[in-house]
């Protein structure tokens, strides 16, 4: 049985929808159910849930599904959410839902998870109104819409679902939905930032509102009477800040309140004012008055950043590489960036492009031995083309090397087992049809049996973008391989991150962070004996460093993984 403490089993209760209330329909009293006694607490609910009390077969179905005081079983929690589903209770109504998106069940069912994720939404539940915009967003048991999800998410987030938010301010940050809007972006986001309930929808809007450029913005002025003109200068090193204030209608200025303080303006018409601001994120309120009681209220949002924070990452330079003999070789590079029914990746065109000179001066794979798709040539059907027909002709058997670069959207299996490769054309809700799996990508070059494989996947897979987008309403965490799945001996892989990880992407150099680092550590900065060589063990433990390092820099947590054989020499030195 599971054992949770009372901390733990508050969080359940919030994420089932089960509070004291709802509890107390199956028993006298809670102390059975938060000491643990799951037995004594499932004894007084199953006769009530018996009975068709709503709340006790929403409790039992979690029980059920938990595996607490009974048998874990994914049915029998089914029988029970239904019963509490088909009396209109909306968290039993998102259980089932969840329950249906999870594939817990034997098969993943959309439409029908779709069906009671609408019913938990239209009565109110704002989860299930954050998911089912989600679901429309992304096409998944329903016609695909923008603006149905955008109805949605707004919906969740005027009543503060904190991930709804960020979606929200995604959406007006991006024009999916609503007309591009960044001061409504920036509002919405920066919401999600100041919350304090769910952390993941915190950092998720802190990534966005610096990845779509919205910090520093000011808010909107609201029934402002009295023209005036507020400039706000860069934040010094020391964390000053100067206002220069004028009065456009050059009457003087009888009031002045900077964040509630109010400041002696001696009905001047022009005034500079310095203030400290911490580092972070800091909101500016400027209120003002004129003689004629012209009235001017603004908020401004000011960003400070630590002195060594804003690194810019130096230009990647192929020229630096070494020209490598060139080998029995061969390169498919790929760069799937413009979605037709996804987000977009950002910067994997320009990942793949950039890869090219790694490639042929790196790699030594000459040019007309190099199959490079980006934009709509990253197709489904144009790279089993290229796997089937180009790659085919090209490998001579046991003797020639393949390449493969991936940079784009990754998504697991819903059973966590295998990962997908996404082409630009794919469809979530077919992602057997219409994505490429690893396993079946790594099985057809195998069939040409080249002398070696290596792969490196600029992707991931769990559930979210780079950006950190939702890609579909629940995550799904992956492993890289298990031992059951280890890959052929003559392939290497190398993954961008850990399976359940964000893989992310550093605007100042336009590139993915595993795809900058391998560059630069196939231009020499791997070499970490100075043989001129470079092994995929070296390769990736400068990459793994680094990787990690940036990510931190930017408050995630991204780690690189390779499998396979490390000691495959991947540059060859003059």
């Given at each position: 049985m599971i054992k949770l403490n009372s901390t733990s089993l508050s969080f359940l209760m919030v994420l089932w929808g089960i509070n004291n209330s709802a509890l107390a329909g199956y028993m006298e009293s809670k102390q059975a159910f938060l000491q643990h006694d799951y037995p004594k607490a499932y004894q007084q609910c199953i006769d009530s849930a018996t009975r068709g009390n709503r709340d006790c077969q929403n409790a039992i179905g979690f029980l059920y599904r938990q595996g607490l005081a009974v ?481 931190i820099r930017q408050g995630l947590e991204q780690t690189p993984v390779v499998i396979g054989n490390i000691n495959e020499v991947i540059i060859y030195g003059q």
């Amino acid at each position: 049985m599971i054992k949770l403490n009372s901390t733990s089993l508050s969080f359940l209760m919030v994420l089932w929808g089960i509070n004291n209330s709802a509890l107390a329909g199956y028993m006298e009293s809670k102390q059975a159910f938060l000491q643990h006694d799951y037995p004594k607490a499932y004894q007084q609910c199953i006769d009530s849930a018996t009975r068709g009390n709503r709340d006790c077969q929403n409790a039992i179905g979690f029980l059920y599904r938990q595996g607490l005081a009974v048998e874990k079983n994914s049915q029998e929690a089914e029988k029970w959410f239904l019963l509490a589903a088909q009396q209109n209770l909306a968290s039993a109504q998102y259980n089932l839902a969840v329950l249906f998106g999870s594939g817990e069940l034997g098969k993943t069912d959309l439409q029908t998870q779709a069906l009671w994720m609408t019913k938990a939404a239209v009565a109110g539940l704002p989860k299930a109104q954050n998911i089912l915009g989600t679901l429309y967003s992304q096409g998944m048991g329903v016609i695909q819409s923008d603006q149905e999800a955008t109805q949605w998410w707004k919906k969740a987030a005027e009543q503060n679902e904190p991930m709804a938010e960020n979606n929200l301010g995604w959406a007006y940050a991006t024009g999916r939905g609503v007309a591009m809007d960044p001061l409504q972006a920036q509002y919405w986001l920066q919401r999600a930032v100041d919350q304090q309930q769910n952390s993941e929808a915190k950092r998720l809007a802190q990534n966005n509102l610096v990845n779509l450029g919205l910090l520093p913005s000011a808010l909107p002025p609201v029934n402002n009477t009295l023209p005036l003109q507020v400039n706000i200068s860069q934040v010094d090193p020391l964390g000053n800040v100067a206002l220069t204030i004028s009065a456009i209608n050059q009457l003087p200025i009888s009031l002045l309140r900077i964040n509630g303080q109010e400041i002696n303006t001696q009905n001047q018409v022009n005034l500079s004012i310095t203030r400290y601001v911490p580092v972070g994120d800091s909101y500016v309120d400027v209120y003002a008055q004129d003689s004629e009681q012209h009235h001017f209220t603004k908020q401004y949002l000011v960003h400070r950043t630590v002195s060594n924070a804003g690194v810019e990452l130096p230009a990647l330079n192929p020229q630096q590489v070494p020209l490598a003999k060139r080998q029995d070789a061969v390169a498919i590079i790929i760069g799937a960036q413009q979605y037709t029914q996804l987000p977009q990746s950002e910067f994997s065109d320009n990942d793949a492009r950039s890869f090219y000179d790694y490639a042929v001066r790196g790699l030594g794979v000459a040019p007309e031995k190099i199959k490079l798709l980006t934009g709509g040539e990253a197709s489904r059907s144009n790279i089993l083309l290229t796997l089937k027909n180009w790659l085919a002709a090209e490998v001579n058997h046991g003797s020639t090397k393949v390449y493969v670069y991936y940079s784009g959207h990754g998504l697991a299996s819903f059973d966590g087992k295998k990962r997908y490769l996404l082409p630009v054309d794919t469809n979530v809700s077919l992602l057997e049809d219409t994505a490429i799996s690893q396993n079946q990508l790594i099985n057809i070059i195998e069939s040409y049996q080249p002398s070696s494989l290596t792969l490196f996947l600029d992707s991931c897979y769990s559930g979210r973008t780079k950006t950190g987008n939702t890609l579909l309403s629940a995550m799904r965490p992956i492993m890289v391989y298990s031992d059951l799945e280890a890959p052929p001996k003559d392939v290497t892989i190398f993954s961008s991150s850990k399976g359940d990880q964000l893989s992310g992407v550093s605007v100042s150099a336009q590139h993915g962070i595993f795809s900058y680092y391998l560059m630069r550590g196939m231009q020499g900065d791997a070499d970490i004996n100075h043989d001129h060589n470079i092994t995929a063990e070296e390769l990736y433990q400068y990459v793994e460093q680094h990787v990690s390092k940036e990510s931190i820099r930017q408050g995630l947590e991204q780690t690189p993984v390779v499998i396979g054989n490390i000691n495959e020499v991947i540059i060859y030195g003059q």
